[in-house]
C-alpha cells in the first residue's frame, strides 16, 4: 500500500496557500506604510496580520515542518529541514 506523503495532501496545500494569502497582505501593507508611515489604521491592521501570520506559521511549522533555515524556525529530531519540499516540490 503506498503511503501519502503529508506535503502531497491536500490540507497540506491548502494550509500552503493561506500563509501566502497572509504574506501577501504583510507585504502589501508594508508597501503602503513605506509611503503612508502615519497611518494609523494601516499599522494597526499591519500589526495585526503579521500576529497572525506569525501563529499561523507556528502552526504549519509544527504539522509540516520548518518553513526557513539558518536559526529561523525550529526543527524536530532528526533534523527535519531537510525533509521538507523545495519550493518547486510543491
Not at 14 to 23: C, K, P, S, W
Not at 35 to 42: E, L, N, S
Request: charged share 15%; hydrophobic share 35%.
Amino acid at each position: 500500500m503506498n503511503q501519502v506523503h503529508p506535503f502531497q495532501t491536500p490540507e497540506y496545500h491548502h494550509m500552503l496557500r493561506q500563509l501566502q494569502e497572509l504574506d501577501f497582505v504583510c507585504l502589501e501593507l508594508n508597501l503602503y506604510l513605506d509611503t503612508h508611515p502615519g497611518d494609523t489604521q494601516a499599522i494597526n491592521q499591519f500589526n495585526h496580520f503579521a500576529y497572525e501570520r506569525m501563529k499561523f506559521a507556528n502552526q504549519f511549522q509544527e504539522k509540516y515542518g520548518p518553513l526557513l533555515n539558518y536559526g529561523h524556525s525550529f526543527s524536530g529530531v532528526p533534523f527535519t529541514w531537510v525533509e521538507t519540499p523545495w519550493p518547486w516540490q510543491v
